[in-house]
């Protein structure tokens, strides 16, 4: 079945029946157990290790610290992405070793590393293990980091100030405030967040004598980006002599994606010990070694002419960025706010400002949404704002301002430049399958019931982005097609979606089609999937693979059927010679001689896919609990693959967003630098009783920097999502005063707000 149509995933077989090669469930069992010593304190200096006791305990193969890494040359973690300061100096980043080496910077900074024959002598070796420390003052907040006089993180960055980085126009944004008939304002501070997968992080080893060749599988969102800069930055290993392999992936949404210590080590201590190893972080682990997200404090002001029209935005914001750059970190909150932050509108002139900050936490990157969920709250709730202190409705105040598709493509004040929308459309859409003008209605009979009730609306959008070193290659056997992807799935159902682009063009049925992805030996080229970029990179090229295919083969088939390449068309799957009935199938050409495609991605990553989300909710005064009543989501994702996994895309992204919306937050202890939401007993995440049925539509506006149309949607509903729940409980609680209340929005807040 071809494109549009809504396939069922294929790769749900095997994972409903417990069938899916997963990082640990695949591991061999002779494999020695990795077990990573971390540090208890969030700033320290390490005076010691002495190792000898727990080197002698039952099972242990070897204890590996920073004398040895360092010993060995290991380099540092980097990061890829920059961002740089009004006179163009690079960001400062200081160096991020596997171990650390000195001091530790954060709870859960790796100090050793033990490899035993269990588990349990591992565990056990580990507590014998004697590290000395210095306890030394942290920083956790950005507001400790940047005051004067505060303890550095690194001794080499002064004053914890990682950039200082602008983005706009400053003087035509004062210009715009100076003359405008009104000024609303708003300081939001945008929690952290940790990401909790199905499947932690974890990886296994084998060592291969004759090549000289460690294998490490991987839970990731690609191999080779991890593959390259490991060998190249970390090991300084040929590549060669390290094949990196994903099998199937329950869940990444950010963090599985940058490089890791963990991975980087135990390709290191295999090559080291000749030997397999195997890994898997424990829950708790986890909160304490993967990337968190968020973590930023902002302020707007948003200037209106007397009709109300938008003329100025200026944001001013600090960003945690944690100990070190993790591989994307500078780009997230900075330009991933400013991708975004003119939203669905017009606005002509915007000003952006940011001090980012390490601080002594875990590091920061990306999360689904990556920057503009935390900016798309900002924009909405300011705009609700500025629509109650102007005497107009928050519908009304959008409509006057929404960007309209003889707009487009729109050239954004931010400098980014959006392909194609028809906001107002949109707009009027999602408010119709709301009926938005049913709310009064509903309002009345849940205030008879004592509660109140809200509605909040979300015009939201998503910058698409993501790595486009894609070759992809197509190859025709007798029996089906073999796709070789860049990309790595995470569960999104690529093995489905790429088969039907490869299924329309070439005429294959989807079930004779196999996606291989996920190995550095067979496909060495590959951006990995992040960015909601996957349909379009590897979508785009596999149908130019696939039209290469059809140009080889037809020069095969005109050799078979006697005639020119001339007289050769393609049609449903067949060669046929023009005006008569003679024809060979593609499979059957390929049973002569196997024969494929290839290609390399060639269009624009970027398209901005957009939506409205409508969120209704009542709050019980009494006990501040809110209940989401319905929440209406009307996308337009350009052309679309298979509407199935599009649905199954928007509700999972609506049910991200409303957990950072509701409940979703990494404390840590201002004074000792602790992590208190360390485990699933502190750290809350939405259920399904939690969380309404979804009504979701979607409208078609194909992107024009593609040849497919495509926009990608996994993460743009999460942007839309903090919004329209933030409106819609602050629209409930307005008739008491409550102008704001800072995400997560908790049932102790909205009490606490009511009861001030």
């Known amino acids: 079945m071809s494109v549009g149509q809504p396939v069922a995933r ?26 990573f010593v971390r540090s208890p304190h969030a700033h320290a200096r390490v005076v010691g290790i002495d190792k ?7 099972g242990v193969i070897a204890i590996f610290t920073s004398v040895d890494t360092a010993g060995d040359g290991l380099g540092h973690l980097p990061c890829i992405s920059e961002i740089k300061d009004p006179a163009g100096n690079r960001h400062r980043e200081p160096a991020h070793l596997p171990m650390a080496v000195g001091k530790v910077r954060h709870v859960g900074d790796i100090v050793a590393m033990v490899v035993a024959g269990t588990l349990e002598q591992a565990r056990d070796a580990a507590e014998l293990l004697a590290v000395d420390y210095e306890e030394l003052p942290a920083v956790v907040t950005v507001a400790q980091a940047l005051a004067p006089g505060a303890p550095l993180v690194h001794d080499e960055v002064a004053g914890n100030l990682m950039c200082h980085w602008q983005r706009g126009n400053a003087a035509a944004t004062d210009a715009a405030f100076a003359k405008a008939a009104h000024v609303s304002s708003l300081l939001i501070r945008s929690p952290r ?46 590549k060669d002599k390290l094949r990196l392999i994903t099998q199937d992936v329950g869940g990444g949404f950010g963090p599985k994606y940058p490089i890791s210590a963990e991975s980087s080590l135990i390709a290191w201590a295999t090559r080291k010990l000749r030997r397999g190893l195997r890994w898997s972080a424990e829950r708790a682990e986890h909160a304490l070694s993967d990337s968190h997200s968020r973590d930023l404090v902002a302020s707007a002001e948003l200037a209106l002419d007397a009709g109300g029209r938008f003329i100025g935005l200026r944001v001013r914001a600090q960003a945690n960025f944690g100990a070190y750059l993790s591989m994307f970190a500078p780009s997230i909150p900075t330009t991933g706010l400013a991708k975004v932050i003119s939203g669905l509108y017009r606005l002509p002139a915007i000003d952006i400002e940011f001090d980012c900050a390490f601080t002594n936490t875990v590091p920061v990157d990306a999360i689904r949404g990556a920057g503009k969920p935390e900016a798309l709250f900002l924009l909405e709730r300011l705009i609700d704002i500025a629509a109650h202190e102007t005497k107009r409705s928050p519908a009304d105040l959008r409509r006057l301002n929404l960007l309209t598709a003889a707009d487009m493509p729109y050239k954004a004040a931010s400098g980014y430049t959006y392909d194609a929308a028809d906001c107002p459309h949109l707009f009027e859409q999602a408010l119709k399958v709301a009926d938005e003008a049913g709310f009064p209605a509903r309002r009345a009979a849940s205030e008879k019931t004592g509660l109140r009730r809200g509605i909040g609306l979300s015009c939201h959008l998503h910058g698409t982005g993501g790595i486009a070193d894609e070759h992809s290659v197509v190859q025709v056997t007798p029996k089906g097609l073999v796709a070789f992807a860049g990309t790595q799935s995470q569960g999104q159902g690529h093995e489905t979606v790429f088969a039907q682009v490869l299924s329309q063009t070439l005429g294959v049925p989807v079930e004779q089609i196999e996606v291989r992805q996920g190995d550095t030996r067979t496909i060495p080229h590959g951006g990995g999937t992040g960015g909601s970029s996957s349909t379009i990179i590897t979508g785009t090229t596999l149908k130019r693979a696939a039209d290469v295919v059809i140009q080889r083969g037809r020069d095969l088939a005109a050799e078979r059927l006697e005639t020119s390449p001339a007289d050769i068309v393609f049609k449903d799957g067949s060669f046929e010679v023009v ?9 059957e050409l390929a049973e002569h001689k196997p024969f494929e495609g290839d290609a390399v991605f060639a269009d624009k990553i970027e398209s901005f896919p957009t939506g409205v989300m409508v969120c209704e909710v009542e709050v ?36 991200h967003g409303l957990g950072n919306a509701a409940m979703e937050e990494a404390i840590y202890d201002e004074e000792t630098g602790q992590l208190l939401t360390g485990t699933l007993m502190d750290y809350a995440l939405p259920r399904a009783e939690d969380l309404p049925n979804f009504t979701v539509e979607t409208i078609v506006t194909p992107s024009p920097n593609n040849m497919l149309g495509f926009k990608g949607v996994g993460e743009l509903p999460t942007n839309g999502a903090l919004a329209a729940y933030g409106n819609a409980v602050l629209d409930a609680l307005r008739a008491d005063g409550v102008r704001h209340i800072d995400l997560p929005i908790t049932a102790q807040k909205v009490w606490r707000a009511l009861n001030r």
């Not at 000898?52 to 039952?58: D, K, T, Y």
């Not at 980006?225 to 060998?231: D, E, G, K, V």
């Not at 609990?625 to 992204?653: C, E, F, K, Y």
């Open 193 to 238: 967040q940790i990401v909790h997968y199905m499947e932690t992080r974890a990886a296994w080893s084998s060592w291969e004598a004759a090549s000289d060749t460690a294998t490490v599988t991987l839970s990731s969102q690609g191999v080779q980006i991890p593959h390259r800069l490991m060998c190249e930055r970390v090991l300084n290993l040929a």
């Open 10 to 35: 294929r790769e749900d077989q095997r994972f409903l029946t417990g069938r899916g090669s997963y990082t640990d469930n695949t591991a061999p069992a002779d494999a020695a157990h990795v077990l």
């Open 52 to 58: 000898e006791a727990g080197r002698a305990a039952p």
């Open 620 to 655: 019980d005064p009494d006990t501040g609990a809110v209940r989401i009543d319905r929440l209406t989501s009307v996308t337009d994702a350009g052309v679309v693959v298979n509407p199935r996994l599009l649905d199954g895309q928007i509700h999972g992204g609506i049910a």
């Open 579 to 587: 005006g008569t009935d003679r024809r060979i199938g593609l499979l």
